[in-house]
Nanobody, 128 residues
């Protein structure tokens, strides 16, 4: 069974930090492109960050550039999202997802439908 399990969410004050984890079970996470998305009720799922297979390349959406860092630990089959300088606009449910390979059109790395496997999400709430 293929599973992605997120953890590390919580409540934090503006300016604070959190580190989210995305652990993979049933497949080797390093063989996939892993994306982090976030979703607010009533809004579309938004791509946040992405790391290519074997951690070769990393990508960040404009709202999080310079504040978030994506990384992977092969020994733990886990991808992390370090989130610094959080602000209330970062409040959302954060989900990780896996897809086979980068798309030809790189804009598609932010398209949720391109990802085959999804975790259940972890809530991040940033208070002002």
């Amino acid at each position: 069974e293929v599973l992605l399990v997120e953890s590390g969410g919580g409540d934090v004050q503006a300016g604070g930090s959190l580190r989210l984890s995305c652990a993979a079970f049933g497949f080797i996470l390093n063989d996939y492109v892993i994306g982090w998305f976030r979703q607010i009720p009533g809004k579309e799922r938004e791509g946040v960050s992405c790391i290519s297979e074997r951690g070769g390349s990393t990508y960040y959406a404009d709202p999080v550039k310079g504040r978030f860092t994506i990384s992977s630990d092969n020994t733990k089959n886990t991808v992390y999202l370090q989130m610094n300088s959080l602000n209330p606009e970062d409040t959302a449910e954060y989900l990780c997802a896996a897809r086979s390979g980068l798309p030809v059109d790189m804009h598609a790395i932010w398209t949720p439908s391109g990802y085959a496997y999804w975790g259940q999400g972890t809530q991040v709430t940033v208070s002002s």
